[in-house]
T-cell receptor, first 108, second 113 residues
Framework: RKEVEQDPGPFNVPEGATVAFNCTYS??????FFWYRQDCRKEPKLLMS???SGNEDGRFTAQLNRASQYISLLIRDSKLSDSATYLC?????????FGAGTRLTVKP | EPEVTQTPSHQVTQMGQEVILRCVPI?????FYWYRQILGQKVEFLVS????????KSEIFDDQFSVERPDGSNFTLKIRSTKLEDSAMYFC???????????FGEGSRLTVL
């Protein structure tokens, strides 16, 4: 089983749509979870951390289910500027492991 | 805002040549990383470095790779004898004691001919 697994997509959605990404991880000892965003040919940048109770940042909501070892990211009212690859990141000790990313394209 | 800087931004080299990629992590960070991303593929962990030694390395990080922190600021990745399949974007990242956000440099694109 891969350390961090994501649906690669691509997800092609119209502006204003709601879209959800899922991620599963294999290491039950993982404690830190993140969603990063990567634009084409750029470095990954932190979008948001994922907390046990779930957390929201504007149009973005992240959820964690430890029992199922599952993380999700929900984007509401998607914008053209949300087009990017979304990377699920999970710690392994002090190291971070990346999923392969889910590609999102928001179309007008 | 403090940032991770990497040089060169792009290097073209011949197969078999040695390459050194340089990184200046954020100054008060303690954990340092190299990741690799082959075009169109995932971000792959290479190595992590803490307290002046490698703390973990992946199976990609074989004997042709080495890392060094020669002074208080630079963190380098050396590839001893480059292969065609080493062509990729190499990202340096650093993290503070809070073990929270990984901060990435803009990457060094390596092209091996």
């Amino acid at each position: 089983r891969k350390e961090v697994e994501q649906d690669p997509g691509p997800f092609n959605v119209p502006e204003g749509a709601t879209v959800a990404f899922n991620c599963t991880y294999s290491n039950s000892a993982s404690q830190s979870f993140f969603w990063y965003r990567q634009d084409c040919r750029k470095e990954p940048k932190l979008l948001m951390s994922v907390y046990s109770s779930g957390n929201e940042d504007g149009r973005f909501t992240a959820q964690l289910n430890r029992a199922s070892q599952y993380i999700s990211l929900l984007i509401r009212d998607s914008k053209l500027s949300d087009s990017a690859t979304y990377l699920c990141v999970v710690n392994k000790g002090n190291d971070m492991r990346f999923g392969a990313g889910t590609r999102l394209t928001v179309k007008p | 805002e403090p940032e991770v800087t990497q040089t060169p931004s792009h290097q073209v080299t011949q197969m078999g040549q040695e390459v050194i990629l340089r990184c200046v992590p954020i100054s008060n960070h303690l954990y340092f990383y190299w990741y690799r991303q082959i075009l169109g593929q995932k971000v792959e962990f290479l190595v992590s470095f803490y307290n002046n030694e490698i703390s973990e390395k992946s199976e990609i990080f074989d004997d042709q790779f080495s890392v060094e922190r020669p002074d208080g600021s630079n963190f380098t990745l050396k590839i001893r004898s480059t292969k065609l399949e080493d062509s990729a974007m190499y990202f340096c990242a650093s993290m503070g004691l809070d073990a929270g956000e990984l901060f990435f440099g803009e990457g060094s694109r390596l092209t091996v001919l």
